[in-house]
């Protein structure tokens, strides 16, 4: 060890609180000081180990090697090898030779680091606050015997200068966390209010629409019938081929009734499940369109679907179907594809087409791409739509964390209403 002269170590002490000023996060600041250390105890490998506020797990920030200490974001304080000292059993770690010492190698130790570096001079003093202690500074060497006593009582003027700057470093993470934490919560509380009021705003479009729809085309229909009917009481001549026309008149006002109440309440999504009310919805579609497309639709859940809330289920639903009718009505494709699939903890829905694109009819449907992004916002669920393969055609895709699968009351409320 060097035999520094007291003046010489006050020089390295104070170039080590100078150092310091300005660095604004632990690598740069353990970094910033590693060579003022090395001339007060001469190391290969300098770390600050940080305890994280509930004790139980720390964090380590080295510099003079790489290792797996550095690498582990978050690590058991139980596992650490100086655990001894963390949890203030002892007041050092002092050895020769690390890689035979059993206070280093116990069961579920993470030791990997002194084997594959062979560090095997150590020494372990805490970083304390008000006499709480918040991390471990550690200097090795691969020089075995190299420590003594001498450099305990510097490495624990070394780790006074460290923990003050280090607490501060460490406080000040904390509320960044924190303000991050309450800035997205903010967020999603504001998201979850404007796409809870864009919903009603379309669901009252819709409504509007219904009305519309109902005056427009079931209640003129049933009018006409009604004077017909009257028509053929005053005449006296109501014969099978009278009726006629007016049974087929009534048959399409149910038709156009039940296509307006499968449109307001999936019956089969909650009789059948999921995929079998999207694969009807899209075999209804494709029949109505008159045209020639194939359609299919992939099932690759194996019961997932089962275990979704109903409202996600509703959303999702609900989403499938504007994809599927802006498909048929606008992009005149020759096949439509719905996959649903879970990969990677998330529920996955596709619908593709090759049709014209999405450039092509944005501004028929661009309501209807905003309808399916809330709902994707309020299940939390990830909404995408781009092109196609080979730029043929549109994807539409939401993605669902299967562990956030949990109520969402704005759209309970709107889908009951």
């Given amino acids: 060890m060097p035999h520094l002269a007291p003046a010489a170590l006050v020089d390295h002490y104070l170039g080590i609180s100078r150092l310091l000023a300005g660095q604004l996060d632990f690598r740069s600041a353990i970094r910033a000081v590693a060579a003022e250390i090395a001339h007060i105890i001469p190391h290969d490998h300098l770390d600050v180990c940080m305890l994280m506020v509930d004790g139980n797990y720390h964090t380590a920030y ?15 304080v139980a596992n650490s090898p100086i655990r001894t000292l963390l949890w203030g059993e002892v007041d050092h770690l002092l050895t020769d030779d690390a890689v035979n010492d059993p206070r280093f190698h116990f069961e579920g130790a993470f030791k990997r680091p002194i084997i594959e570096q062979s560090l095997r001079s150590r020494v372990h003093v805490p970083l304390k606050v008000q006499g709480a202690i918040i991390g471990a500074l550690s200097c090795s060497s691969q020089t075995p015997g190299l420590y003594a006593l001498e450099d305990v009582d510097r490495a624990r003027i070394i780790a006074d200068l460290l923990a003050p700057y280090f607490f501060a470093l460490r406080a000040a993470e904390q509320a960044q966390q924190s303000a991050i934490v309450e800035a997205e919560a903010r967020a999603r509380e504001e998201g979850l209010r404007q796409g809870a009021l864009k919903l009603t705003e379309a669901l009252e479009q819709e409504r509007q629409r219904i009305g519309m729809d109902l005056h427009d085309q079931t209640l003129a229909d049933l009018t006409r019938l009604s004077r017909r009917i009257d028509r053929l009481a005053r005449s006296g001549e109501v014969t099978g081929e009278a009726l006629e026309p007016v049974s087929r008149g009534l048959q399409h006002c149910m038709q156009d009734l039940r296509q307006i109440i499968e ?31 194939e359609w299919a639709l992939v099932d690759e859940t194996t019961g997932t679907l089962d275990t979704l809330e109903p409202t996600v289920s509703v959303a999702l639903f609900r989403i499938a179907q504007e994809a599927i009718n802006n498909a048929v009505r606008h992009a005149q494709p020759l096949a439509i594809t719905v996959r649903l699939k879970v990969e990677a903890g998330q529920l996955a829905i596709e619908i593709a087409d090759d049709g014209y694109g999405i450039a092509r009819h944005r501004g028929r449907i661009g309501g209807g791409i905003d309808n399916m992004k809330t709902r994707a916002r309020l299940i939390s669920a990830k909404f995408t739509i781009s092109p196609g393969r080979n730029n043929r055609g549109t994807t539409v895709a939401v993605s669902l964390p299967l562990h956030r699968n949990a109520e969402r009351p704005a759209i309970q409320r709107e889908e009951q209403r």
């Fill in 62 to 76: 080295e510099t003079g090697m790489d290792t797996a200490w550095g690498n582990v974001e978050s690590a058991p």
């Fill in 263 to 293: 449109q307001a309440k999936p019956s089969i999504l909650q009789l059948f499940g999921l995929a079998q009310a999207v694969e009807n919805h899209l075999d209804r579609s494709v029949r109505d369109s008159a045209t020639p497309i």
